[in-house]
Nanobody
Framework: VQLQASGGGLVQAGGSLRLSCAAS????????MGWFRQAPGKEREFVAT???????YYADSVKDRFTISRDNAKNTVYLQMNSLKPEDTAVYYC??????????????????WGQGTQVTVSS
């Protein structure tokens, strides 16, 4: 599975962005998809996951502000980010795993990764 993340950019605090993760090489309808982020000098951290069944999970820091969704017909996963804060500034990565053996918030659980897209939130 090849993953291509896009949609990042510069936005003011309180604004919104929608990230996209386009998959190729496999049909991802039976894959579990996640978003992670990494700020400078910090570990890559969990943001959100959507299972192939449609169940969703979020980090506490983004709950009620971010929404993960998937369009299997387009082989694409989205991350709608609202009410953005400066602390959301990071490179955002999408990830995929067919079986998700392990904890969904653990980055080592995921087999496939995209290249990342930069999100910068100014105050």
């Amino acid at each position: 599975v090849q993953l291509q993340a896009s949609g990042g950019g510069l936005v003011q605090a309180g604004g919104s962005l929608r990230l996209s993760c386009a998959a190729s090489g496999r049909i991802i309808s039976r894959y579990n998809m996640g978003w992670f982020r990494q700020a400078p000098g910090k570990e890559r951290e969990f943001v959100a996951t959507i299972r192939w069944s449609g169940s969703t999970y979020y980090a506490d820091s983004v709950k009620d502000r971010f929404t993960i969704s998937r369009d299997n017909a387009k082989n694409t996963v989205y991350l709608q980010m609202n009410s953005l804060k400066p602390e959301d500034t990071a490179v955002y990565y999408c990830a995929a795993d067919r079986d998700l053996i392990g904890y969904y918030s653990d980055r080592t659980t995921y087999t496939y990764w995209g290249q990342g897209t930069q999100v910068t939130v100014s105050s």
